[in-house]
């Protein structure tokens, strides 16, 4: 696969992705085809997701309208009463969005929308986008289900520079009215497979879908290109180990897809060697890592294995926030590799994410290298990675799939 043909594939998919939508059906019937136009054949797995079409979302504070997008999956409701900056996690803080509408930083995660809860809040509000960008885009956010375990508060998303705002007047009241009409919807995995000499395989992940401003090239077209760069060798290449492909849906609403496959096949699971995973290859800027949450042995070889290639590596044993992580739940040794540009020269989950963070030579050079690492593995005698999963990432997968929380810092 050349420069040409991957910045082709770009320009073909730069469009919103989110899991669930006929825009990610869309894609995934691309990438069969482009599975086809290699001589291969794969097929669209289909599983259920919660989906929402948002009827009505207003946030008002002091009386005064602030533009939002209400949180999908958060129910319907009215709520008026104080409003609240949550400007810290500790219990004293907590006690206070007791009847109340609370502002948090960042991302409603699990935790901060149990405490939230437990605390007494009635509504809530988080804002994204950058104080120091022109732009006033809004993500559409979601209350997904393991966070909320159906006890839902409505809540709406608006733009850092209004958030700003907000504490700078001093605002002291606030009203979200929020509609919608939730229901059970699809997303997809695109799955190919490439059988080998022997009954086990290796299995290969990267996720299509997009966040709802992103044309997601970056975050992750290019995984998804890098495996369609993999499975044109091997189309050409034995393999001892088969080979299965799986282009993730819905991975950006909590690993969706590769939960979805895990749940389903977990048999078949009891035959995978290993899970490659990538996400995020091939931008202009960074650097090339990867994130073994495996037995350690592993993150030595890449150290060797890219030495002998002269291709930079970084690399360490961790849990990464990527599809990689429902097979090592299910005992499965994965690695994930990205290449992780700065900041402020790329940035994900936002309308910036464009062919333009892109380069096609590096993208080549990045798929080469992973050519030649999944080719030690799948022509092994045997596969080296111990299918174990260390006790130390043990204790990272609970807590970040949340069966046990992180002790505070």
């Known amino acids: 696969m050349d420069a040409k043909k991957i910045m082709k594939i770009f320009e073909d998919t730069a469009f919103v992705r989110m899991g669930g ?38 946030f008002q504070a002091d ?26 996690n500790d219990a004293y803080a907590l006690s206070q969005c007791k009847d109340k509408i609370v502002m948090i930083d960042g991302y409603l995660g699990y935790w901060i929308y149990q405490d939230i809860l437990e605390n007494g809040a009635v509504g809530f509000v988080t804002y994204d986008g950058n104080a ?21 508060i409505p809540g709406v998303n608006i733009n850092a520079k209004d958030a700003i705002g907000l504490i700078n007047r001093g605002v002291s009241t606030a009203k979200i009215v929020l509609k919608q009409d939730e229901y059970e919807g699809k997303s997809r995995n695109v799955i190919l497979d490439m059988p080998g000499q022997i009954d086990e395989y290796i299995v290969l992940t990267a ?14 077209m290019s995984g998804s290109v890098g495996l369609l760069g993999i499975a044109e060798h091997f189309a050409k290449n034995s393999h001892r180990y088969g080979l299965r492909f799986i282009w993730c849906g819905s991975e950006e609403r909590g690993l969706l ?10 048999e078949d699971l ?60 299910k005992g499965v040794p994965a690695v ?26 590096q993208m080549c050079a990045d798929i080469d290298f992973l050519i030649a690492f999944t080719d030690r593995m799948a022509n092994a005698v045997k596969c080296p990675v111990e299918k174990k999963i260390p006790d130390n990432r043990k204790d990272k997968l609970d807590i970040y799939l949340t069966r046990k929380r992180a002790p505070k810092q």
Not at 336 to 359: C, E, G, K, Q, V
Request: charged letters at 20%; proline letters at 3%; hydrophobic letters at 30%.
């Open 207 to 220: 996720h299509y879908d997009s966040t709802s401003l992103s044309q997601g090239a970056y975050d992750n």
């Open 63 to 88: 009386g005064i309208e602030i533009p939002c997008k209400g949180y999908f999956n958060a129910g319907s409701s009215t709520v008026e009463a104080p409003f609240y900056y949550l400007r810290s």
């Open 257 to 266: 897809g590769s939960k979805a496959y895990c749940a389903d096949h977990e």
């Open 132 to 152: 120091n960008y022109e732009d006033r885009d809004i993500d559409q956010r979601e209350l997904r289900s393991y966070v909320s375990n159906g006890r839902k």
């Open 21 to 58: 939508t006929d825009s990610e059906l869309r894609c995934a019937k691309y990438l069969v085809d482009c599975c086809g136009d290699l001589g291969l054949k794969a097929q669209i797995e289909e599983f259920s997701v919660n989906m929402a079409t948002i009827q009505k979302a207003v």
């Open 336 to 361: 994930s590799f990205a290449r992780i540009a700065p900041p402020n020269t790329a940035t994900i989950h936002n309308s910036y994410d464009t062919i333009a963070l892109m380069s096609g030579s």
């Open 270 to 329: 009891k035959k995978v060697a290993l899970n490659i995973n990538l996400d995020m290859i091939g931008c202009i800027m960074g650097k090339f890592i990867s994130c073994c949450t495996t037995e350690e042995a592993l993150v030595h070889y890449i150290n060797y294995f890219s030495c002998e290639r002269g291709f930079s590596v970084a690399t360490k044993q961790d849990v990464y926030s990527s599809d990689s992580t429902p097979f090592a739940d």
